[in-house]
């Protein structure tokens, strides 16, 4: 049983965790609690089935240049397309996503999730 544990692990991997966090960076940020991203957008692109993104408490600030998505006359911010990520509030912590995001001529969509096991 253990060695049938050991390559399930080897194989497939395991879960990891992910972080962001108001003053993190999308840039260089890796996700890790030292070192966050600042957007879920970002998260998403590194996570997998599985994982678990954690938002840490503080206020983000989003506008209009964290637009990730545009379709007819709707524009969104944040598009959830993969299946299996938990995304949730890091322990204690209370995170606020404010929301600037004026574009013109368009409605907004805070997140458009497209994905199973959210």
């Known amino acids: 049983m253990l060695v049938v544990a050991v390559v399930f692990i080897a194989v497939f991997g395991r879960a990891s965790d992910l972080y962001i966090a108001p003053g993190g960076s999308d840039v260089s940020g890796a996700g890790?609690?030292?070192s966050?991203?600042?957007t879920i957008t970002?998260?998403?692109s590194t996570?997998?089935?599985g994982d678990t993104v954690y938002l840490c408490g503080g206020t983000y600030?989003?506008?209009s240049s964290d637009?990730?998505?545009t379709q007819s006359v709707w524009q969104c911010v944040?598009?959830?397309t993969?299946?299996?990520i938990r995304y949730t509030a890091c322990r204690g912590e209370t995170p606020i996503l404010n929301f600037r995001v004026q574009p013109v001529g368009h409605r907004v969509t805070a997140f458009l999730v497209k994905a199973n096991n959210c």
Do not use: F
């Open 32 to 34: 890790k609690i030292t």
């Open 36 to 38: 966050p991203c600042k």
């Open 42 to 44: 970002k998260a998403q």
């Open 47 to 49: 996570a997998a089935s």
């Open 61 to 63: 600030y989003l506008d």
């Open 67 to 69: 637009i990730t998505y």
């Open 78 to 80: 944040s598009r959830i």
């Open 82 to 84: 993969k299946d299996g």
